[in-house]
DNA sequence: CTCACTATTCTTAGCGT
DNA sequence: AACGCTAAGAATAGTGA
C-alpha cells in the first residue's frame, strides 16, 4: 500500500461554452442532467411543488423527469396557458422566443467577458424570473449585440391574452393581470 | 469597525422532505427554482442540447424556462411520443406514473434513513435513467413499501408502442427498441 | 459507458438589512 | 418580499479503473 491516490487535481472552472470534445461533452451531459434531476426531485420535495423537465440531447434522445408525472403538469401548463382560468393570479406566465437561440450562438462564435456571459444566461430565462437590475443588465447586453445581427421576429405566439404582455428587446412576455 | 460579521451558522443540512415553516418554503422555493433553472441553462451551453422545464408553485403559479423555447421542445416531445418517428433509435423514453406521488407522500409522513429517501428521489426519474443497480436498490425499497399501501392502477398510458415496455414495481415504463 | 475518487468550485440555509 | 453575506454542504471536472 505505497498509496498514491493524488491522481486528480480536482475540479476546475470551465468556460461556458460547448464543450468542444465529443466524448467530454457527453460525460457532463450524462452528470449534469442527473444532477438537474435530482435538483429537480429535491424542489419538488421541500417545496410541494410539481415539476416537469424535457431534455433532447445532441441525438435528439428525449430524456424526462416528471412529478407527479411529465404529462400531468404539461397538461397542466397546457390548459393554463391555452384557456386563461380566471380563478387563478398566474402572474409568473411568461415566454421567450427566438432570443434565446441567437445569444447561445453569439455565446458560441465569440466568447466575451463575464458581462456578455451573464446576460446571455440570463436571455434563457423566463422574463418573469429576473428582477428590474436583471434586466437593465440584460438590456445593455442585447442593445451591443443589436448591431451584430438580425433578430427574426417570433413565428408563434399562444393566444392566452387577458393581462400584460409585450416586446421587449425581442423577447416575448407575457403576465395576466 | 469592531466588526462582529459572524451573524450567520452558514449552511446547515435539512431534512429531505416539505419544509413546515411557509415563509421558510417560499425562500427556498424561489432560490432553489433560480438554481434549477441556471442548471438547465449551463446544461444548454455547455453540451448544446434543448431543455425545457414547467414548475407550479403551491399557489399553482407556472414558472417556466426554455431553450430555444418551451413551445419548441414541448412540440418536439409531443411529436416524439405521439407519432414515434421511427428514424430516430429513441432508446430513452420512458413515462413514470402514479408511483412518484405515493412515494413523496410517504416521504413526508415517515422519515427513514437515507435507503429510503435515495429510493423514493429515484423514485421520480424516468426508469430509463436509472442504472440496474439503482434499480436494485430502489425495488428493495419498493417491496417494503408494498405492504404499506396500495398503489392505484395508472390512468393514462400514451400509445407509443413498438418497443419494450412493462410494469415494473407499479411503475409504468417504455423504451422503444 | 458506468463507476469511484477527490480537490475544487458552486450552491444555498440561516441571518441581517 | 427581495438582496447581501458567509460558512457549511453539495455538485462536479478531471482522472483512473
Keep these: ?23 467530454h461533452r457527453q460525460v457532463a451531459f450524462s452528470k449534469r442532467r442527473a444532477g438537474l434531476f435530482k435538483k429537480a426531485s429535491e424542489l419538488c420535495t421541500l417545496c410541494g411543488v410539481e415539476v416537469a423537465i424535457i431534455v433532447f440531447s445532441l441525438a435528439k434522445k428525449p430524456f424526462s423527469f416528471g412529478h407527479p408525472s411529465v404529462y400531468s403538469v404539461l397538461d397542466r401548463y ?19 422566443s427566438e ?18 456571459r451573464k446576460a446571455s444566461e440570463m436571455a434563457k430565462w423566463s422574463v418573469d424570473e429576473m428582477s428590474l437590475l436583471q434586466l437593465q443588465e440584460m438590456r445593455y447586453a442585447l442593445e451591443e449585440l443589436r448591431n ?11 393566444p392566452m391574452s387577458t393581462g400584460f404582455s409585450c416586446i421587449y428587446n425581442s423577447s416575448y412576455v407575457h403576465a395576466s393581470s
Design 1 to 23: 500500500m505505497t498509496s498514491k491516490k493524488k491522481g486528480s487535481s480536482g475540479r476546475q472552472r470551465i468556460r461556458m461554452a460547448k464543450i468542444e470534445k465529443e466524448s
Design 78 to 96: 397546457r390548459n393554463n396557458t391555452s384557456f386563461q382560468q380566471q380563478s387563478q393570479p398566474m402572474e409568473n406566465t411568461a415566454t421567450r
Design 99 to 116: 432570443l434565446s437561440l441567437v445569444l447561445s450562438q453569439v455565446e458560441e462564435e465569440k466568447k466575451k467577458g463575464e458581462e456578455m
Design 148 to 158: 451584430t445581427m438580425v433578430v427574426p421576429p417570433p413565428s408563434y405566439m399562444n
